[in-house]
Structure formats: C-alpha cells, structure tokens
Nanobody, 115 residues
Framework: QGQLVESGGGLVQAGGSLRLSCVVSGSIFSINDMGWYRQAPGKRRELVAVITSGGSTNYADSVKGRFTISRDNAKNTVYLQMNSLKPEDTAVYYC?????????WGQGTLVIVSR
C-alpha cells in the first residue's frame, strides 16, 4: 500500500499558475498509472489527469490545454503543472493510482483561485 504526500497548492489569481507535486512511497511507483484528482466544495471527487507507466497522458475536458501531468520515476514523484487557472479550478487536489487505491488517499493540497 502506497503513501501519498501532495504539496504545492495555494492562493492564486485567475490566469495564474501553480505546480503541484506528489511523492509516492511504499509501492512500486514506476509500474503504476497515476492520476491527479480534485474535489471542489460540495462536489464529488473527479479525475482530472492521468499518466500511464509508459508516460501517456489523458485529461478531463475541463483542464485540457491548461494542465500538464508528468512523472519522475527516479524520484517517485508525479507533478501537475496548472496554467491559466480559473476560479472553477478551486478544489483540494489529490494524487492516487488510476484506478485509485481506496486506502491510500493523502491529505491533498488546497488550490484557491481568486477572481
């Protein structure tokens, strides 16, 4: 079972950028497909970006063209570069495997985008 520690969130104005990081321990990171998820207030958690073990990526329509997911297998870390942020991107962001390991959710990192 992996442990996931997210960081990099914060308060940013609309149009700004943030880079989130997620360090994974306790699992064979390099062979797992990884995803970034987010949960906005009052909404269900949603998958926004996926990167396979081979480096292929896929994005939710709402973030396509603005967010970029990447991974560094040597550092057991997955990243989410977020550009052109919008107020509707405000949420707690989590990383996990895809599909998610239910018992592995971390604390997440809060992103607030102001108008």
């Amino acid at each position: 079972q992996g442990q996931l520690v997210e960081s990099g969130g914060g308060l940013v104005q609309a149009g700004g950028s943030l880079r989130l990081s997620c360090v994974v321990s306790g699992s064979i990171f390099s062979i797992n497909d990884m995803g970034w998820y987010r949960q906005a207030p009052g909404k269900r958690r949603e998958l926004v970006a996926v990167i396979t073990s081979g480096g292929s990526t896929n994005y939710a329509d709402s973030v396509k063209g603005r967010f970029t997911i990447s991974r560094d297998n040597a550092k057991n870390t997955v990243y989410l570069q977020m550009n052109s942020l919008k107020p509707e991107d405000t949420a707690v962001y989590y990383c996990n495997q895809d599909p998610p390991e239910v018992d592995a959710w971390g604390q997440g990192t809060l992103v607030i985008v102001s108008r």
